[in-house]
C-alpha cells in the first residue's frame, strides 16, 4: 500500500512578496525556501526556515509563484496547516510561522527575533 500525505500550508502576501525578492536578489534560480521543525513533540515544535537548492529524495515540495518550498518527511506533520507571515517592526522585519496543533518551543525566532520560526535566510 501506498502511504500517501497531504501538506497545508499557507503563506501570508506579506511573506510571498519577500521570499520572491530575497530569492531574486540571490541570482540562483534553484534556491527554494526550506521549512522545517527541530526538536519537535509534546505538542511543541521548533521551527527553522533557510534557503535551499537541494532538494532531497523525501521532500515535499510546494509550488508558490515564483519560488518553491521544501519540506522533509520528519517535518511534515508539524508544519502541516501551518501559516508563514512576514513582519515589520521598529527593530527590523522577520518571518514568522504559527501552527494552531503546536506551541512554539523556546528559542524560536523570526530571522534573528523571537517568535515564530528563524528562517535564516539574511534577508533583511
Known amino acids: 500500500m501506498i502511504e500517501t500525505q497531504v501538506l497545508v500550508l499557507n ?5 510571498r512578496d ?3 525578492d530575497i530569492i531574486a536578489a540571490r541570482s540562483e534560480p534553484d534556491l527554494a525556501l526550506r521549512v522545517f521543525a527541530q ?4 505538542n511543541l515544535a521548533r521551527y527553522g ?3 535551499d537548492g ?10 508558490f ?5 521544501f519540506v522533509d518527511r520528519d ?4 508544519v502541516h496547516d501551518s501559516e508563514i507571515g ?11 510561522l504559527q501552527n494552531p496543533h503546536y506551541a512554539q518551543a523556546p528559542a524560536g525566532g523570526c530571522c534573528g527575533g523571537s517568535g515564530g520560526g528563524g528562517c535564516g535566510c539574511q534577508g533583511h
Do not use: C, N
Not at 503563506?11 to 511573506?15: L, Y
Not at 537541494?54 to 509550488?63: G, N
Open 86 to 96: 512576514f513582519q515589520e517592526s521598529l527593530m527590523g522585519g522577520g518571518f514568522t
Open 65 to 69: 509563484p515564483g519560488f518553491r518550498v
Open 11 to 15: 503563506i501570508t502576501d506579506e511573506a
Open 18 to 20: 519577500k521570499v520572491r
Open 49 to 51: 526556515m533557510t534557503l
Open 54 to 63: 537541494d532538494q532531497l529524495a523525501d521532500d515535499t515540495v510546494m509550488d
Open 75 to 78: 517535518s511534515m506533520e508539524y
Open 39 to 42: 526538536g519537535a513533540g509534546e
